[in-house]
């Protein structure tokens, strides 16, 4: 021992606290700082306020925090701190004492530094050793109770023993009381069987006399049935003949229409290709003359005779010319003018009597306006004489009149025809206010069935009945066919789409009668309030409004079951989603798709002009407040049932046009992973470091890099198997294989990655786990040494952080955000994350569909 003092005198400052760090996970784990503080505080090395500090600070939940608290304290009193620790270790803990510095401890006065006054340090002591025989006796009470409650025990045990015995006599008996009766219940059973056979007997001979009467008046029903049905068909037959004949009638007139239409195109071809070609005789003859006329111009320009004869003369051969050019122009007007005409006469390239398809329609078209330029072309003089004021609306005008004239075997008027595609019924019909001929019920769960149909209406009169499924409406709106799949349209979609019919309409139905009367069912009972069934990922917080009654916070899950509740405008019925079963939990109805669209762009503009002072105080205090929007767009999106309402007729048109790619709403789908789902930390930089941490808990495992061939790695990058390279070299990766491999296992793949892996992670339905640690400038010291080792500094992960915690939006499930605040030091926020991880593992997993 004096040989330790020597020692504590001569060490230094860092070897001494070098040997305390050595040991700090025993002193944390074996020292009450309580029974220690009273030395500390007469050494004068611990002050009133830090006692205070030590014993009742909030953050400090568990004695070794506090006593781990209290060594960062003695840690700034430099050496006499660390004097006074080992001194106090070996008056209380004396075989702590010997474990942290390897010697047996001592009381003498003599061997103590002298950091406590002779005569203080002889009164410590006494109180010590007071309070450690006070303990002593304790202990001693303590050990004479347990010896009297294991005396009492015994003897419970003995009187159990006897209970034992007891109980194993009366089950013997029990036993040779059930053999007894199992006898009996089969001689019981023996006998209830005769008497079931001959019950069966005497039934049966009962039933063969019933099913001969049957058969007998089961022949007599066929027989009249049969001839029922043979005159059904012979007059159904009958019927279809006549209506076949009647048909093959109309077909023939138009047949003979479209041939006499045809013959009359022919000659109004040859005609005007007869005409064509005088007029191009013609205008050869005065392209000849032409050339003579200048030829003699040049002449004359040539000689120079002052003579007014020869002026006169070239006068009147410049007049011939500007004549000669006024004729060349007109002729080609007239060709060109009659080419178009004549290709527009009637169907002049058809060989068949069949009227030609709109696609042939459409070529045709293009052929005459390839034609017409052609032309054009041709007939225009060499020489480039101006004929603009000859004719100037030939363009405009042949080209309206390709394009807007219709074929005459198109302007017929025909039967409407229903036409059957397996059990989807094609019917075409008047939808001038389709929705006040008829009305719907359903969804997008159950279908949208025609409810009731208007008497009088064409609806009515075409057949359409409730029971029926809307499967698809097809319908012309400003000269362009439309068309909208209803089979799994949500009921205000359905309602968007019938609403916006004019004129012809074709439906296609679909009969389901035993499918819409159960709905009627559900509806009757107020199982349901609509045939409406799907989730959403709310992009905006929501208080509760005048218009609607649901509260709801950013990145929350709905169940919406009604798009169209009755007695309310532009909202949903929806319910809060149980987080660990598919329950809902509070109802209440919220803005449907257009009008939360509008109040996302509102939230989205106040956050934009914000004052700069403003913008200080949220980021001030980003760590406790909720997230409000989360912007995602609608680019690259499938059809949903989430935004027809955006294209709705009452659609505001003084929002901007980029509000159409804002979804407040994002449809989502349920997924319930195996036990153990892949772990992700982020940001990156922190993640790396307590993955391999985490690697050594029991029931986890880091995930391990393969090293592929090219060939291998080639066709694993196509399949998107490769999750993220390594950086030692292309050959090395992490793949979908390894994660699976740890998972078929039964244990939490501790995934080292990055986002990126995400999404590949989704497509092979392995869904992990992510938490986001928030980070600052504070937090980010409390890991600075960590840092340090790894190669890293406290700015490049705060710039990780930065960088990374934006992306988290646009991942296709939720995530777990950790606060800055919730935890002190590695080890806590690492038993922080165990808990998280424990808590998420139970949840439900809500995925957005795949877009990229």
Same mark, same amino acid.
């Given at each position: ?49 830090d006692?205070?500090?030590i ?24 050496k ?64 004479s ?13 003995q009187?159990m ?18 053999r ?17 056979d ?60 479209l ?88 169907s ?38 101006p ?22 075997? &198109? ?8 036409r ?24 997008n ?20 009945g ?29 309602m ?12 296609? &139905? ?5 499918d ?12 349901t ?77 106040d ?47 003084s ?14 789908t ?8 892949p ?25 391990e890099?393969?090293?592929l ?78 840092l ?8 490049? &992960?705060?710039?990780?952080?930065r ?11 939720l ?38």
């Amino acid at each position: 021992n004096g040989g330790l003092c020597t020692s504590q005198s001569t060490m230094g400052d860092e070897e001494l606290w070098e040997l305390i760090n050595d040991n700090r996970h025993r002193i944390s784990l074996g020292v009450r700082p309580c029974i220690l503080i009273p030395y500390l505080r007469q050494a004068r090395v611990l002050t009133e306020m830090d006692e205070d500090e030590i014993l009742s600070c909030h953050n400090l939940t568990n004695r070794s925090m506090r006593t781990s608290h209290m060594l960062d304290l003695l840690r700034t009193q430099g050496k006499n701190g660390a004097v006074a620790l080992v001194e106090s270790l070996m008056i209380h803990y004396p075989a702590l004492y010997t474990q942290v510095t390897g010697r047996k401890p001592s009381t003498e006065p003599s061997r103590f530094s002298g950091l406590i006054k002779y005569s203080e340090l002889t009164e410590y002591l006494v109180r010590a050793v007071t309070g450690m025989q006070k303990e002593l006796q304790a202990a001693r009470d303590e050990a004479s109770k347990k010896s009297a409650r294991c005396a009492s025990l015994q003897s419970e045990i003995q009187q159990m023993k006897e209970l034992s015995e007891r109980s194993r006599c009366l089950q013997s008996e029990n036993q040779h009381m059930r053999r007894l009766l199992g006898s009996l219940q089969h001689d019981i059973t023996r006998l209830k069987d005769e008497k079931c056979d001959l019950y069966m007997r005497y039934t049966g001979a009962v039933e063969e006399k019933s099913s001969v009467n049957l058969r007998l008046h089961d022949l007599n029903l066929q027989l009249l049935e049969q001839k029922e049905c043979l005159s059904l068909q012979v007059q159904q037959l009958t019927l279809d003949c006549n209506m076949h004949q009647k048909k093959i009638t109309v077909i023939q007139n138009q047949m003979k229409e479209l041939q006499a239409e045809r013959d009359q195109a022919y000659l109004s071809r040859d005609e005007a290709q007869t005409m064509i070609a005088r007029i191009l005789a013609e205008k050869d003859t005065l392209r000849s003359q032409l050339v003579e006329l200048q030829e003699q111009v040049c002449s004359m320009q040539a000689q120079r005779c002052p003579s007014k004869h020869l002026r006169r003369r070239s006068d009147l051969v410049r007049d011939h010319l500007n004549l000669t050019w006024f004729r060349i122009n007109v002729t080609s007007s007239m060709c060109i003018n009659l080419y178009v005409q004549c290709e527009d006469a009637g169907s002049v390239r058809s060989r068949n009597v069949e009227p030609p398809c709109p696609e042939s329609l459409r070529r045709r078209e293009e052929a005459f306006v390839g034609c017409r330029i052609a032309t054009v072309a041709d007939v225009r003089n060499p020489l480039s004489v101006p004929t603009r004021g000859i004719f100037p609306s030939f363009p405009h005008s042949s080209r309206s009149l390709c394009r807007t004239s219709v074929p005459p075997f &198109l302007m017929r008027s025909r039967q409407k025809a229903i036409r059957v595609n397996g059990r989807v019924l094609s019917i075409s019909l008047q939808g001038e206010a389709l929705l006040q001929q008829l009305a719907v019920v359903g969804g997008n769960k159950t279908g949208v069935f025609v409810h009731q149909v208007t008497e009088g209406t064409a609806a009515h009169t075409v057949g359409i009945g409730p029971g029926a499924q809307i499967v698809e409406v097809k319908y012309e709106q400003n000269q362009k066919a439309l068309r909208m799949v209803l089979e799994d349209s949500t009921l205000e979609e359905a309602m968007w789409a019938l609403g916006q019919v004019t004129g012809l309409c074709h439906l296609s &139905l679909r009969p389901r009668q035993d499918d819409y009367e159960a709905l009627l069912q559900q509806l009757r009972s107020n199982e349901t309030s609509s045939g409406d069934s799907f989730y959403v990922r709310v992009n905006l917080s929501l208080p509760a409004g005048p218009n609607w009654t649901l509260a709801v916070s950013c990145n929350d899950i709905l169940h919406v079951t009604n798009t169209r509740p009755a007695g309310t405008k532009d909202s949903w019925y929806a319910s809060q989603v149980h987080p660990c079963q598919l329950l809902d939990l509070q109802s209440g109805s919220l803005p449907n798709y257009y009008r939360a669209q509008r109040l996302l762009i509102r939230a989205i503009e106040d956050m934009t002009f914000q004052t700069k002072s403003s913008q200080k105080v949220a980021r001030f205090g980003a760590g406790n407040k909720q997230k409000v929007v989360r912007i995602v767009g609608t680019g690259r999106q499938g059809r949903k049932p989430l935004w027809v309402s955006v294209e709705g007729e009452n659609s505001d048109t003084s929002a901007p046009r980029s509000c159409l790619t804002l979804m407040p709403y994002s449809l989502v789908t349920p997924h319930f992973p195996p036990v153990c789902r892949p772990v992700l930390l982020l940001p990156t930089i922190l993640g790396h470091i307590l993955s391999k941490k985490m690697a050594d808990w029991q029931g986890f495992r880091l995930c391990e890099p393969e090293v592929l061939s090219s060939s291998e790695h080639a066709a694993r990058l196509q399949r998107s198997e490769i999750l993220e390279e390594c950086d030692e070299g292309r050959s090395c990766c992490y793949t979908l294989q390894s994660v699976e491999k740890v998972m078929k296992t039964g244990t939490h793949c501790v995934l080292p990655l990055g986002l990126d892996c995400v999404r590949r992670l989704h497509r092979a339905d392995i869904f992990p786990i992510i938490i986001f640690i928030g980070q600052s400038a504070r937090s980010a010291k409390k890991l600075k040494s960590k840092l340090q080792r790894h190669s890293q500094s406290e700015e490049q &992960l705060l710039a990780c952080s930065r960088s990374e915690e934006p992306l988290l939006d646009k991942l296709p499930c939720l995530y777990h955000s950790v606060a800055q605040d919730s935890w002190c030091d590695q080890n806590s926020l690492l038993t922080h994350l165990r808990t998280i991880i424990w808590e998420e593992q139970k949840k439900i997993v809500w995925a957005e569909p795949d877009l990229w």
